[in-house]
Each structure stands twice: as C-alpha cells, then as structure tokens.
C-alpha cells in the first residue's frame, strides 16, 4: 500500500498550488479520502475529506472556500487545490485513506508546503 503526495512548495501569500496524492495497493474508490495538516508545535488536523465516490465533500471552516478537494477513482488519485494561500497554510500535508466498512487506515509520507513572502 503506498500514497504518495507532491505539489508541495514555497509559495507567496495570496498564492495557489495543488496537492496530488497517488494511492496504489488497495482498492482506492472502496476508501473515503482525507486531507490533513500539522505545523510545527501543533497537533495534526483535519483539513477536508472526500466521499468514495466523491459525493460528497467536508471542509475545515478555516479552509472554507479557499481549498478544494477532489478525486479521480480511474486514476486512483484525490487532489487537494489551495488558493488564497496565507503564512497559518504553512505545514505538512498529509493524504489518508480510511476504508468505507472497517477502521482499516492509511498515511502518505506528506508534503511541507511553505507560505513566505
């Protein structure tokens, strides 16, 4: 089982970029996808998530409007696209799978992604 993000990088406040995560090992549309973040000093956090069959679609309030998540289940990848980035963006991204009927539960690696003028 493997998910693997990119898309990470420095960017300027005001900025965008997009997150990819690459899911293999597993039957990927079987899974509800999640998109986390954790900053230095803080505890890992719920960004958004995204149903099986994408849905439908959550958002953290502080994320509301500004990110976007989506799937593509015959590529077996979910996207995660950040605009009006702003410095408190700042952190690893985190891809997670969680299957649909058991507690069964996956990590990418993550993706640092910096916000500085």
């Known amino acids: 089982v493997q998910l693997v993000e990119s898309g990470g990088g420095l960017v300027q406040p005001g900025g965008s970029l997009r997150l990819s995560c690459a899911a293999s090992?597993?039957?990927?549309?079987?899974?509800?996808m999640r998109w986390y973040r954790q900053a230095p000093g803080k505890e890992r956090e719920l960004v958004a998530t995204?149903?099986?069959?994408?849905?439908?679609?959550y958002y953290a309030d502080f994320v509301k409007g500004r990110f976007t998540i989506s799937r593509d289940n015959t590529k077996n990848t979910v996207n995660l696209q950040m605009n009006s980035l702003q410095p408190e963006d700042a952190a690893v991204y985190y891809c997670?799978?969680?299957?649909?009927?058991?507690?069964?539960?996956?990590w990418g690696q993550g993706t640092q992604v910096t916000v500085s003028s």
């Open positions: 090992g597993f039957t990927f549309s079987r899974y509800v």
């Open positions: 995204i149903a099986s069959t994408g849905g439908s679609t």
């Open positions: 997670h799978a969680r299957a649909t009927w058991s507690a069964t539960n996956y």
